[in-house]
Structures are given as structure tokens and as C-alpha cells.
């Protein structure tokens, strides 16, 4: 079964750090695109960044541009965001999806996975 | 920024009715475009992908056309486990965004 486990939310402080981690299953990791994709409390979804199969290419929001950092680990078969200087607008659900691959449905975003909360408050 | 124009926001609609929900971008984005359906509390699933093609295991009420700046989700029998909000998603250019949503209520 194709899986996307995310970790890492919590509550953190206005200008603190935190490190999102997303673990994957079922799926050859290394053959997608991967991505991060947030929701505040109420509100519709956003897309935050992206990163290509080898790394060599990512992609943001202009909002985290310079906060936040994806990455990824190819032999732990994971993906992380590590955000800095966070603000109370960074308050979100994260999800990690799959986005795009070999194959002919592999489109953005397919699976994603159950959402981690960051909470940015003091 | 490629902007993504959902219409209506919400309806409300009876079982067995006909649904459509429109997208319309501000500029072309061929039809890199997909349909999310999310209920409260749980991540968002993809219905439609590349603008009109049916994710594997949706049901075939649920259809998408368009291409260009012009899209559509259709349902085409409303059924009880439908009501959930809807999300197109343009993945054109950077930065890749979402139209803000379509909630399905119970009429």
C-alpha cells in the first residue's frame, strides 16, 4: 500500500524552528517529485514546496521563501521541511503529497498523507 | 501568480441531484489541473487528474472536463457520502495554487 506518514508538529513559539519529517511507504520514493502542502485552521489548502527526485531542483511559496527548507533523503525514503523565523500565519495542518513520477497517473497530488499541526503561538 | 477562481463557494443540493463546480484560471495552464474532494478532519483525495481523467477507484459520477482556463467537476447523481468540499488545483507554473473551494451541503 502506497503510504505518507508525516511528523514532527507541534507548538512552537513566533520566530522558533521546527523540523517536519514525512516517511514513505509502499512506493519507489526516489522516482517522485515530493511535496508539502498546508491548510490553516478553517481555511482552504496552499501549497508550500516542492523537490525534485535527485534534489537538484525546489520550489516555494514567496511566503516561506528564505524560512523554509525542503528536503530529502532518498535511502531513508523521506522528506523533510525545516522551517524557521515562524509567525502565527504559519499555524497550518502540513501534509506531504506525491507528486509527479513514472507512470501515467502520476500527477500532483497522489496520496497524500494524514497532516501533522504547527501551531505558532506564545 | 496563476489565479484560481472556484465557483459557487458553497451549495447546497439534494441526493441525486446534478453538481457542477467551476474552475477558471487567469491565464492558460493547458490541463494541468486536478480535483480534490476533502471531508472535515481527513487529508484531501484526488478524484480527477490532468483536467479530465478519473483517479483509479473513484466512481464514475464524478467526471472533469476543460482545458485551458476553463474547467469543470461534475457529479453526475449526488450521493450522501459526496458532501465534502472540492478543490481544483493548477499545477501550470510556480507557484502551484488551489481555488478556494467548493463546500457540498445536505439540502
Known amino acids: 500500500e502506497v503510504q505518507l506518514v508525516e511528523s514532527g508538529g507541534g507548538l512552537v513559539q513566533p520566530g522558533g524552528s521546527l523540523r517536519l519529517s514525512c516517511g514513505a511507504s509502499g512506493f519507489t520514493f526516489s522516482s517522485y517529485w515530493m511535496n508539502w502542502v498546508r491548510q490553516a485552521p478553517g481555511e482552504g489548502l496552499e501549497w508550500v514546496a516542492n523537490?525534485?527526485?535527485?534534489?537538484?531542483?525546489?520550489y516555494y511559496m514567496d511566503s516561506v521563501k528564505g524560512r523554509f527548507t525542503i528536503s530529502r533523503d532518498n535511502a531513508k525514503n523521506s522528506l523533510y521541511l525545516q522551517m524557521n523565523s515562524l509567525r502565527a500565519e504559519d499555524t497550518a495542518v502540513y501534509y506531504c503529497?506525491?507528486?509527479?513520477?513514472?507512470?501515467?497517473?502520476?500527477?500532483?497530488?497522489?496520496?497524500w498523507g494524514q497532516g501533522t499541526l504547527v501551531t505558532v503561538s506564545s | 501568480d496563476i489565479q484560481m477562481t472556484q465557483s459557487p463557494s458553497s451549495l447546497s443540493a439534494s441526493v441525486g441531484a446534478r453538481v457542477t463546480i467551476t474552475c477558471r484560471a487567469s491565464?492558460?495552464?493547458?490541463?494541468?489541473l486536478g480535483w480534490y474532494q476533502q471531508k472535515p478532519g481527513k487529508a484531501p483525495k484526488r478524484l480527477i487528474y490532468a483536467a479530465s481523467s478519473l483517479q483509479s477507484g473513484v466512481p464514475s459520477r464524478f467526471s472533469g472536463s476543460g482545458s485551458g482556463t476553463e474547467f469543470t467537476l461534475t457529479i453526475s447523481s449526488l450521493q450522501p457520502e459526496d458532501f465534502a468540499t472540492y478543490y481544483c488545483l493548477q499545477h501550470n507554473s510556480y507557484p502551484w495554487t488551489f481555488g478556494q473551494g467548493t463546500k457540498v451541503e445536505i439540502k
Open positions: 523537490i525534485k527526485q535527485d534534489g537538484t531542483e525546489k
Open positions: 503529497a506525491r507528486g509527479y513520477g513514472p507512470g501515467s497517473q502520476s500527477f500532483p497530488f497522489f496520496p
Open positions: 491565464q492558460g495552464i493547458r490541463d494541468d
